[in-house]
């Protein structure tokens, strides 16, 4: 498949497509098949933080982007700070030393390739396209143009989504009425740094630290974290988190 041919058949994928993020998760599904790589998803940034999940190709692609946020670092935040392509073909080489802690969970998981591709709108980066790998090396020159081409994609569902009558902060707080923002990651993260802030009295940047914090040292991602405050099965301590049926008999 030449250059104009990869480009038609990632322009048809988002074709028609009923909503924004399903655009989006066509778009990611046409570059797994397209692209040669195992995975994609594409994120949302805003407020220099990652603001959710915008599409995937499956579960593994979203909870690796998840992973990037939690650990709050990663290719993805690189991409669109430096406003350029982020490449690392070889995670298990000694080459590789920008994101040591994220590094080891991204192959604890079967990932050994990840490439991040800035999405831009009017030359202003706001998120970012995340190619994945099993397999350690580079991406090939076609697959590198469609990976190009594909992050340019994605900023028309993005570009659309930011034009909805949208209320970020209402909807973080659990107020929002934008149906489709449900589907996106981090929302739950929000309402739950809003339960620690409550519970501990401590800031907003201080709350998710400790939220970050504690879903590294268990192995989750920050989402799951959010899920167990959310459901109550974590109790909540100044000096220690809880889960709820711990041998010390807090909570029930």
Known sequence: MDNQELREALGDAITGAPTPL??????????????????????????GTM????GSSGHLSRT?????????QGPCMDAVTQRRPVLAPHLDGHVEDRWPALTEALLGRGIHAIFAL????????????????????PLDDSAMTGGVYAARLAALPLLDLMNADTDWQSASEGRGSWEQLESLERVEVYQATGMIIA??????ADALIRLRAHAITRGFSASDVAYQILNRRLV?????????GDDDGRGT
């Open 118 to 137: 800035p999405v831009a709108v009017a030359s202003t980066p706001i998120g970012a396209l995340d190619l994945y790998r099993r397999s350690s090396g």
């Open 51 to 54: 603001q959710g999940t915008f």
């Open 22 to 47: 399903d655009a989006a998760d066509r778009l990611c599904t046409a570059c797994v098949q397209l692209l040669d790589v195992d995975g994609a998803s594409i994120s949302y940034m805003g407020d």
């Open 236 to 244: 909540l301590d100044r000096d220690d988190w809880h889960e709820v």
């Open 199 to 204: 519970a501990l009295d401590v800031s907003p």
């Open 64 to 72: 690796l982007d998840e992973l990037q946020f939690t650990y709050g």
